[in-house]
């Protein structure tokens, strides 16, 4: 099993990356390969719109998230984290989700469908607003949005009122994030 992560804020060391690495420590000790990629270390371009990648070549920009493709082609999951900005996901996530676009036909049906059709897929985010139903109907939005690229949405996982370094502290959450971790290296949907 081979799981990788992407930490879509700036901040290498914040709550996102924190509650990613919960997840992917927990996975890597039930027996997953596990990898994170740090957004703020990347050079990734947004999608150009120029649709070379309906020519059947895959996207044609030359950056980092050619490393991604590969590496997510040879995934069994993907853990996407994002902190919340300005009630959606920030920049760093929709630069990699609209990169996605390079995975889908013109006629938007997955072009990996044998490949990663019914990868697993656990979406993390965190957000400084107590209120955990406050940006609801974003995440059912994005869930959505996954499981239009056919993702296997296994679990989705809203760490609030976490602003200024707060989620380490929540002895709760971590042992949602490593029960959550540990379901994924399992195969197991908790959502």
Not at 65 to 83: C, F, N, T, W
Not at 87 to 115: C, H
Request: proline letters at 3%.
């Amino acid at each position: 099993m081979k799981i990788i992560g992407f930490n879509a804020s700036p901040r290498r060391n914040g709550n996102t990356a924190w509650a990613m690495g919960q997840i992917m420590e927990s996975a890597a000790e039930a027996g997953a390969e596990t990898r994170i990629f740090h957004s703020g270390e990347l050079n990734i371009s947004p999608c150009k719109g120029c649709l070379g990648c309906a020519k059947g070549g895959g996207c044609v920009v030359d950056d980092d998230m050619r490393e991604i493709y590969a590496a997510l082609k040879q995934s069994d999951g993907l853990v996407l984290g994002s902190p919340l900005y300005m009630a959606q996901m920030s920049g760093q996530a929709k630069v990699f989700t609209d990169r996605l676009f390079a995975q889908i036909t013109p006629r938007f049906s997955p072009r990996f469908n044998e490949e990663n059709a019914g990868k697993r897929l656990i979406l993390v985010f965190t957000q400084g607003n107590p209120d955990q139903s406050r940006f609801q109907a974003y995440y059912d939005y994005t869930r959505d949005m996954f499981r239009m690229l056919e993702f296997d949405v296994q679990d989705f996982i809203v760490a609030a009122g976490t602003r200024g370094g707060q989620a380490s502290e929540n002895t709760e959450l971590r042992d949602l994030l490593r029960e959550a971790g540990q379901k994924l290296a399992r195969g197991i949907s908790t959502y």
